[in-house]
């Protein structure tokens, strides 16, 4: 099993659509959670962090399940300038003293008018 | 404020050719990474480092190398260039290991290997 499972999109939807994400961990022992945004040939960009009690910002709201080791992320009223890749990002330890970002392969987003 | 830096941002190579890409940042930060990231992937750890002299494996080390002689600066060499390693080369760093702090990324090194 990935480290970090994402939909696998692309995901192709009209502006004013509500699109959802969905992202599985694996490893219990992760520590925190993001939601980053990759624009074509672009170095990826922090959307938002997650948290357990969910967080939201603007047209964005994210959700953590720890229980069952899931993240979501919800876009409403979704606008021409969203689309990019969207990638679940995990904070896991690595090795003996690290820890590193861990990403999901990404979820594409597509919004037409 | 120059955040991380990536020099070049692309190059073509030969195979078997070697070459450093360099990242270098000016936050002071004591974690850096290398990433590589292939067409509609995501992005994959190569090596890190916890501070200056300190570095190790992430998921895919095969074929580089790396070295931390300052907070400032880490490189990424590749002695042996092959095909597979064509990728785009992501820089990063983070102040402390753990949080919510979001990693600061480089613009990328496009890499071709032919």
């Known amino acids: 099993r990935k480290e970090v499972e994402q939909d696998p999109g692309p995901f192709n939807v009209p502006e004013g659509a509500t699109v959802a994400f969905n992202c599985t961990y694996s490893?219990?022992?992760?520590?925190?959670f993001f939601w980053y945004r990759q624009d074509c040939r672009k170095e990826p960009k922090l959307l938002m962090s997650v948290y357990s009690s969910g967080n939201e910002d603007g047209r964005f709201t994210a959700q953590l399940n720890r229980a069952s080791q899931y993240i979501s992320l919800l876009i409403r009223d979704s606008k021409l300038s969203d689309s990019a890749t969207y990638l679940c990002?995990?904070?896991?330890?690595?090795?003996?003293?690290?820890?590193?970002?861990?990403f999901g392969k990404g979820t594409t987003l597509s919004v037409s008018s | 404020n120059a955040g991380v830096t990536q020099t070049p941002k692309f190059r073509i190579l030969k195979i078997g050719q070697s070459m450093t890409l360099q990242c270098t940042q000016d936050?002071?930060?004591?974690?850096m990474y290398w990433y590589r990231q292939d067409p509609g992937m995501g992005l994959k750890l190569i090596y890190y480092?916890?501070?200056?002299?300190?570095?190790d494996k992430g998921e895919v080390p095969n074929g580089y190398n790396v070295s931390r002689s300052t907070t400032e600066d880490f490189p990424l060499r590749l002695e042996l260039a092959a095909p597979s390693q064509t990728s785009v080369y992501f820089c990063?760093?983070?102040?402390?290991?753990?949080?919510?702090?979001?990693?600061?990324f480089g613009d990328g090194t496009r890499l071709s290997i032919l």
């Open positions: 480092s916890v501070g200056a002299g300190i570095t």
């Open positions: 490893n219990s022992a992760s520590q925190s």
């Open positions: 990002v995990v904070r896991s330890s690595i090795h003996q003293a690290g820890t590193a970002l861990i």
């Open positions: 990063a760093s983070i102040s402390a290991g753990g949080g919510n702090q979001p990693q600061h």
């Open positions: 936050m002071n930060h004591n974690y």
